[in-house]
Nanobody
Framework: QVQLAESGGGLVQAGDSLRLSCAAS????????MGWFRQAPGKERDFVAA????????VYEDSVKGRFTLSRDNAKNTVYLQMNSLKSEDTAVYYC??????????????????WGQGTQVTVSS
């Protein structure tokens, strides 16, 4: 069992930065890929970024490449999403997700076993 708790969301202006954190409980965190998804009102939950449990591979959705950086600290059971140069289209609820144990990566909701409750990010233009 893995429980996830996101934090760090808020209201910012376009061009600002935010860092989201996802704190995990459970023994298997270090053996699961971790990812972030986001869901805007009236839209589906979309993939944002993922990092392998070995920390040697990260994948980003095209619109956030070069602006967002995903990292993890297995000693602290925490994943971080650094978001720079935020745009109004980044406005959404951001969800942290844990992938299936020992699976190298994840790219969609079906690859995830556990979810956080979400944190709101609002970017005003």
């Amino acid at each position: 069992q893995v429980q996830l708790a996101e934090s760090g969301g808020g209201l910012v202006q376009a061009g600002d930065s935010l860092r989201l954190s996802c704190a995990a409980s459970g023994r298997t965190f270090s053996r699961r890929a971790m990812g972030w998804f986001r869901q805007a009102p009236g839209k589906e939950r979309d993939f944002v970024a993922a990092i392998s449990w070995t920390r040697d591979r990260t994948v980003y959705e095209d619109s956030v490449k070069g602006r967002f950086t995903l990292s993890r600290d297995n000693a602290k059971n925490t994943v971080y999403l650094q978001m720079n140069s935020l745009k109004s289209e980044d406005t959404a609820v951001y969800y942290c997700a844990a992938g299936k144990i020992f699976r190298t990566g994840l790219s969609g909701p079906d690859d995830c076993d556990y979810w956080g409750q979400g944190t709101q990010v609002t970017v005003s233009s």
